[in-house]
T-cell receptor, first 108, second 112 residues
């Protein structure tokens, strides 16, 4: 069964500190992994996906098939990064399976 | 940038009433979805729709739920007889193949 695990419900770091939001998945095929962000009172927005290997707003995520992980990282956190972050898994244009989400708070 | 539009943003309904949640997907997208998020819980898949029919649905999507694409632009989710536990944020999404989803801003449904 497809499953996405985000072990941290809450994560709090200081501005300028590195951030890592953890995501592990279980899937028997070749998944597509995504990170979505939800700022306060706004819609879910695609942050990045592993197939594009891009960096958005300073965030990167590398798919590690050996560890079945897709951790989201940013070297220097900014206050505007405070939001809910969801890791999600999909196969093609099929349903997304979401993790529980991590609420990231950046302290000034 | 194209957006997925959902109306209303907040709907309050009495238990047992029917509700219809509306969505306008991005015009050139072919796949449409409904997800829901109960307060404090994860975002859950309800149903996907392609080529004018349901392509996949979850166990949540029972006989009380139905979806429709009544014209070329709207995509609706109907809940026939609402229950208290249907209170949630409902998100519509659309996608092209393998291009990533675009979500709407959601409809908060409150069943009283």
């Amino acid at each position: 069964a497809q499953r996405v695990t985000q072990p941290e419900k809450l994560l709090s770091v200081f501005k300028g500190a590195p951030v890592e939001l953890k995501c592990n998945y279980s899937y028997s095929g070749s998944p597509e992994l995504f990170w979505y962000v939800q700022y306060s009172r706004q819609r879910l927005q695609l942050l990045l996906r592993h197939i594009s290997r891009e960096s958005i707003k300073g965030f990167t995520a590398d798919l590690n098939k050996g560890e079945t992980s897709f951790h989201l990282k940013k070297p220097f956190a900014q206050e505007e990064d405070s939001a809910m972050y969801y890791c999600a898994l999909s196969q093609g244009a099929q349903k997304l399976v979401f993790g529980q989400g991590t609420r990231l708070t950046i302290n000034p | 940038e194209p957006e997925v539009t959902q109306t209303p943003s907040h709907q309050v309904t009495q238990m047992g009433q029917e509700v219809i949640l509306r969505c306008v997907p991005i015009s050139n997208h072919l796949y449409f979805y409904w997800y829901r998020q109960i307060l404090g819980q994860k975002v859950e898949f309800l149903v996907s729709f392609y080529n004018n029919e349901i392509s996949e649905k979850s166990e949540i999507f029972d006989d009380q739920f139905s979806v429709e694409r009544p014209d070329g632009s709207n995509f609706t989710l109907k809940i026939r007889s609402t229950k208290l536990e249907d209170s949630a944020m409902y998100f519509c999404a659309s996608s092209e193949t393998r291009a990533g989803y675009t979500f709407g801003s959601g409809t908060r449904l409150t069943v009283v």
